[in-house]
């Protein structure tokens, strides 16, 4: 089987799932993995033609292709990892998930998450919502629609250009990804100030994807190893990529970073603006519509739960 994934922790957990597949299996199902065969606007027409075989990454990849698939990747304000899984595994969310992929005909395993990303990284202090207006930033997806509502300037830059993006003052600020991921972009040498909590993205999902023609057709044999490595992988990602981040903290302290707390007056206002686009784009999609309904009542119950059986 071909497959592609992406760099950094995405590729290590890709890698991860590749060879507990082979192991898994004995070494009679082979994952052969490549790095971004195709653009992810792309990913749906390369698995129906058989260019390749499956995908490794999150379904908010897909926006382009079907933008009700982004909150399955993370959403603003929403559950932590242990709540995200809960949610996909027992909680309806894959069964919401399967139901918007199969009007593409494609058929996903849930397959790993990771932690929360950073809440952004900013030349000055955010002291107020005043300080949001006019302000340039890199973000993206969910999160740049709900910075707009709030006067920031969102710009969709890729990774390589962010830092460059800083030193020509084009940007005031950038969110992209997991301090981990971040700092191999060297962004903490031109900004200082990195704030949490990661309100837009609190955890991002993975998963392998390919076409419901291609899974029918692989042998049961070879599907209850696939879903057994999914769940290696997610094991895998809920713990090795957390202490990822705690080294990436301790290097960016010892570079003179600032580790800032959004005011809790701009967190209630980026909350309330996060409200306003879901209701936008539930009114748009009737599947979309359903998942997140179905979401809020596991989230009432799950969150119930949380309060009485942990202390703050």
């Not at 919502?129 to 709030?150: I, T």
């Not at 969709?156 to 993006?165: C, M, V, W």
């Amino acid at each position: 089987m071909n497959s592609l994934l992406y760099p950094k922790l995405f590729g290590e957990a890709g890698e991860k799932f590749a060879e507990t597949v082979r192991r898994l299996s004995g070494g009679s199902f082979l994952i052969e993995v490549h790095d971004r065969l195709v653009l992810d606007q792309e990913t749906f027409d390369a698995l129906e033609a058989g260019l390749i075989d499956a995908v490794w990454g999150s379904a908010g990849h897909h926006h382009r292709e079907d933008p009700a698939l982004t909150i399955f990747t993370g959403f603003p304000f929403g559950p932590d990892p242990a709540g995200f899984t809960a949610w996909m595994q027992v909680g309806g969310g894959a069964e919401a998930l399967q139901a918007i992929y199969a009007r593409h005909g494609m058929k996903s395993l849930y397959c790993g998450i990771l932690p929360s990303e950073g809440g952004g990284w900013f030349l000055k202090p955010i002291e107020s919502l005043e300080d949001l207006q006019g302000l340039r930033m890199r973000s993206f997806g969910y999160g740049a629609r709900v910075l707009r509502k709030l006067g920031v300037i969102p710009y969709e830059l890729p990774a390589q250009e962010i830092r460059p993006a800083f030193e020509a003052g084009l940007i005031g600020a950038a969110e992209f990804s997991l301090p981990s991921i971040d700092d191999d972009l060297q962004i903490a040498e031109v900004a200082k100030q990195l704030y949490f909590p990661g309100w837009q993205q609190p955890v991002t999902s993975l998963e392998i994807l390919m076409s419901e023609q291609r899974w029918a057709g692989l042998p049961d044999g070879h599907k209850t190893v696939l879903e057994a490595a999914c769940g290696v992988t997610l094991s895998w990602t809920a713990s090795d990529a957390v202490m990822q981040q705690v080294e990436a903290l301790a290097r960016f302290r010892d570079m003179g970073v600032q580790f800032q707390r959004w005011p809790d007056e701009v967190l209630f206002e980026l909350r309330n603006a996060w409200n306003e686009v879901i209701a936008e784009e539930a009114a748009r999609d009737p599947l979309l519509a359903k998942a997140w309904s179905d979401y809020n009542h596991f989230r009432d119950a799950y969150g119930g739960w949380q309060s009485r059986a942990y202390s703050d």
